[in-house]
C-alpha cells in the first residue's frame, strides 16, 4: 500500500475486515508493505495499520516477487507513474480516485494494465453503498421505467474558509482540477453507473478564493489543518465549484453540482433520479435510506417511502442482517475491497476499472473546457477497444 494517510486507513482497515464480513473470503490480503514519504512516516504507518514492513521507496516494493497486489493511495500527481510500473511489474492495481489528472494521463494508464492483463480497480467506493446498490438493483429490473433525469450533488465546506492552507488539492499540477477531481468526479461514476455514460455538459466552473496560506509542513488534513491567516499565500489555480446540465447517450438529462464552499454541508452526496414509471431518491448522510416512489403504488399511496436497506440488496449477506443496523463509510470500503479480491481470484475484470476510470476524466476534461469556454463540450467518446475493456455497470 503506497499511502499511510487518510485513504490509507481507510483501505488497510478494510484488508483487515473484508474476511469478518465476506467468508469464506475470494482470497485472504496479507499486509506486507506500507510505503510512506519518509522512513518515520511509513514506520508510523507499519505500526498503526498492521503491516509486516516499511518502506519510502515504493520502486522497490514494485520490484519484488513476494509483492501481488499494489494498493496507490497518494495524490493524484503520481497514479500514473506508480500504476504504469506496477503494471509493468505484473502486478494487480487497485488506484484510488480520480485515476489521473485528465484524460490522457488516465489513458496511458488504462493501456499499461491492458497490456499486462492485470487486474485494475479504482476505487469509487460510494457506488457500493448499499442504499446506491440497491437503486441499481431497481433500476436494472425496470422499476422505475425509461430514465428521463438524473440530479446529483456532493457539497462540503471544508475549504470554504479562505484561511485554509494550500492544499495539494488547491494545486492543478498535483491534483489536475479542484473540485471536479476531488468529489465531481464521484457524481459522475454514480451517474455513469445508474444511468449511463455522459455525453455532453455546460458547466460553470467558479474559483472563490484565488490564494490561500502556504503550508509549513507535515501531513495534509484537509479543512482540518491549523490555519495561519498571517502565512504567505499562494495561488489557487483549480475550481472551487462545478455546476452543469448534462446531457446522457441514453437521450437522459440531468445536472451535476460540486462544490467545497458550502458551508453546513459535510458530506452532502445526493441523488434524484425520475423515470417513466417512478423516482429514486438517496441522501448518502443517510445512507441506510433510499426513497422510492412507484407510479403504480395506489392512490393512497402515492409519494416517497423509505426503504432501509438490509439483506435484500446484493450485499446484504456479507454486511449486517438486520435492516438499519447500521451503514457507514467503513463497510463501503470493505465492500470495494471483497469486490477487487474477487475480481483477482475469478481473472475477471472489476468495476469500475481503469477503463471506466479513463472514460469519468473524458468527463472531466469536458467539464473544465466548458467552464472554461462557458459553452456545451462534448464528451470523448472512447474507442472500440476501450469500450470493451470497460465493465458495463
Request: aromatic share 8%.
Amino acid at each position: 500500500m503506497i499511502g499511510g494517510g487518510f485513504m490509507g486507513k481507510a483501505h488497510a482497515m478494510a484488508y483487515a475486515a473484508m474476511p469478518m464480513f465476506f467468508w469464506p473470503a475470494p482470497a485472504i490480503p496479507h499486509r506486507k508493505v506500507v510505503v510512506d514519504v519518509t522512513d518515520d512516516l511509513a514506520e508510523a504507518a507499519r505500526q498503526r495499520f498492521g503491516f509486516d514492513e516499511a518502506s519510502s521507496d515504493w520502486r522497490a516494493v514494485i520490484a519484488r516477487d513476494d509483492i501481488d497486489v499494489i494498493d496507490i493511495c497518494t495524490p493524484n500527481n503520481v497514479h500514473a507513474e506508480i500504476a504504469i510500473a506496477a503494471a509493468k511489474a505484473g502486478k494487480h492495481i487497485i488506484c484510488e480516485k480520480p485515476l489521473a489528472r485528465g484524460g490522457e494521463e488516465a489513458k496511458s494508464m488504462l493501456d499499461a494494465v491492458e497490456a499486462a492483463g492485470v487486474i485494475h480497480m479504482v476505487a469509487f467506493n460510494y457506488r457500493r453503498t448499499p442504499a446506491v446498490a440497491l437503486a441499481k438493483k431497481y433500476i436494472d429490473d425496470g422499476r422505475i421505467g425509461r430514465i428521463l433525469n438524473f440530479r446529483g450533488t456532493y457539497l462540503q465546506d471544508w475549504s470554504a474558509d479562505p484561511d485554509g492552507p494550500l492544499s495539494w488539492r488547491f494545486q492543478k499540477k498535483i491534483a489536475g482540477s479542484g473540485a471536479i477531481g476531488d468529489i465531481g468526479t464521484h457524481v459522475v461514476d454514480l451517474a455513469h453507473y445508474l444511468v449511463g455514460p455522459i455525453a455532453a455538459v455546460s458547466a460553470l466552473t467558479p474559483t472563490y478564493v484565488k490564494t490561500r496560506p502556504l503550508q509549513a509542513g507535515g501531513v495534509d488534513k484537509l479543512g482540518a489543518s491549523e490555519k495561519n491567516a498571517d502565512a504567505p499565500r499562494g495561488d489557487v489555480d483549480v475550481d472551487d465549484e462545478v455546476v452543469s446540465m448534462l446531457k446522457f447517450e441514453n437521450g437522459a438529462i440531468g445536472s451535476l453540482e460540486a462544490t467545497r464552499n458550502g458551508y453546513g454541508r459535510n458530506n452532502f452526496i445526493t441523488l434524484e433520479i425520475h423515470g417513466t414509471k417512478g423516482s429514486i431518491l438517496f441522501n448518502y448522510e443517510r445512507r441506510d435510506e433510499l426513497q422510492v416512489m412507484f407510479a403504480d403504488d395506489p392512490a393512497d399511496a402515492r409519494g416517497f417511502r423509505t426503504v432501509y436497506t438490509g439483506t435484500a440488496h446484493p450485499y446484504g449477506e456479507g454486511l449486517w442482517p438486520i435492516p438499519a443496523l447500521g451503514i457507514g463509510y467503513s463497510e463501503t470500503k470493505i465492500i470495494e475491497c471483497y469486490d477487487f479480491f474477487k475480481a483477482i481470484a475469478s481473472g475477471e475484470q472489476p468495476s469500475p476499472n481503469f477503463a471506466d476510470g479513463y472514460l469519468t476524466e473524458l468527463v472531466a476534461d469536458a467539464l473544465i473546457t466548458s467552464g472554461e469556454t462557458e459553452q456545451w463540450v462534448k464528451v470523448q467518446t472512447l474507442t472500440k477497444a476501450d469500450k470493451r475493456t470497460a465493465v458495463p455497470a
